[in-house]
């Protein structure tokens, strides 16, 4: 944990592991990259996991990997396999490697990197489990640029998500959030079903069923700022399906448990 100043830990030097999916992001990735590593937190580590990019993102971030060899790392996996399970892969990696905190995060721009300090003081003053940066709290705003339609079927969509799984959380399709490393290493991500960004459903709605306390502070969403789109009618239809799948699957008190039963041995697992 980080030298304590005071009552708080101090924020410049907390180590903060962002981790940051990437398919063909190439352009903004270096971007994003260098606003993160001249931020005042002197414990913030950068963990990219690209799979595979066909347009070299992961020879980009090699690069920022040799040009920073103590805060950038990089996890190349075989192919394209969803946003989900690149974040379960990297967030478990985090952990390992000894993390207090892991943060998800865009490589596309749409996440300013402003925030970023705003998530970590959040999550040191108040002891959340999670802080998630939100478009939906007073203050929060989409991206100026989005078409009416996209804005709708945002909003829509968090609410219909929400009516089912009742978290009371605003946000829970975020893709922008702090998480303690000790409630990613008890989430168990092996176990997660999804593929798409349903795992930012997947992931919030096992912490909140579980009680892990959970704040929600405003950013402001930007429009992606180079390159295109990864959003397909089958990831979000995985999502539209996962709150009835979830809902349906139970979740035994007090258990931090994703995507529901699994075929493994009760031995290996048991209830917890
Ligand atoms: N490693 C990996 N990263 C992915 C995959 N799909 C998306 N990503 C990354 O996940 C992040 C979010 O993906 P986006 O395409 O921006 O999806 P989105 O933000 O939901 O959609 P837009 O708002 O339209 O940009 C970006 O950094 C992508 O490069 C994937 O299959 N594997
Ligand atoms: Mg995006």
Redesign the pocket.
């Known amino acids: 944990m980080a030298a304590a100043h005071g009552r708080y830990p101090d924020e410049r030097a907390v180590a903060v592991t962002v981790v ?6 190439a352009e ?2 270096p971007v994003v990259a260098d606003e993160l590593l001249t931020l005042p937190l002197h414990g913030l580590r950068l963990l990219v ?3 595979a ?1 066909p347009d070299g ?1 992961g020879q980009v971030a090699d690069e920022l990997a040799a040009r920073h060899p103590e805060r950038v790392q990089v996890l190349h ?1 075989a192919g ?4 989900g ?2 974040y379960a892969a990297g967030m478990t990696a985090a952990v390992a490697q000894g993390a207090d905190y892991v943060l998800q ?4 721009g ?1 996440h300013p990197v402003r925030h970023v300090p705003q998530l970590v003081g959040s999550a040191l003053a108040t002891g959340a489990d999670l802080v998630v940066g939100s478009r939906y709290v007073p203050g929060g705003r989409l ?1 100026a640029g989005w078409p009416t339609h996209r804005r709708v079927l945002s909003r829509w969509a968090n609410r219909y998500v929400d009516t089912v799984l009742r978290t009371g959380l605003r946000d829970i399709t975020a ?1 922008f959030a702090l998480w303690r490393a000790p409630v990613v290493a008890e989430l168990d991500l092996e176990r997660t079903r999804s ?3 349903s795992f930012q459903i997947e992931l919030k709605h096992a912490a909140v069923r579980a009680g892990r306390s959970v704040v929600e502070i405003p950013i402001h969403f930007e ?2 700022r180079q ?5 397909s009618a089958a ?1 979000q239809l995985e999502a539209a399906l996962l709150p009835w799948r979830l809902l349906l699957a139970g979740v035994p008190r007090g258990g931090l448990v994703l995507g529901g039963p699994r075929r493994r041995p009760r031995t290996t697992r048991g209830a917890r």
């Open positions: 940051m999916p990437t398919y063909n992001e903004t990735l996991v690209d799979d990019s993102t996996r394209k396999d969803g946003l399970r690149a995060m865009d490589a596309d749409s991206a893709g593929a798409g960004y429009e992606r390159g295109v789109s990864k959003m990831v």
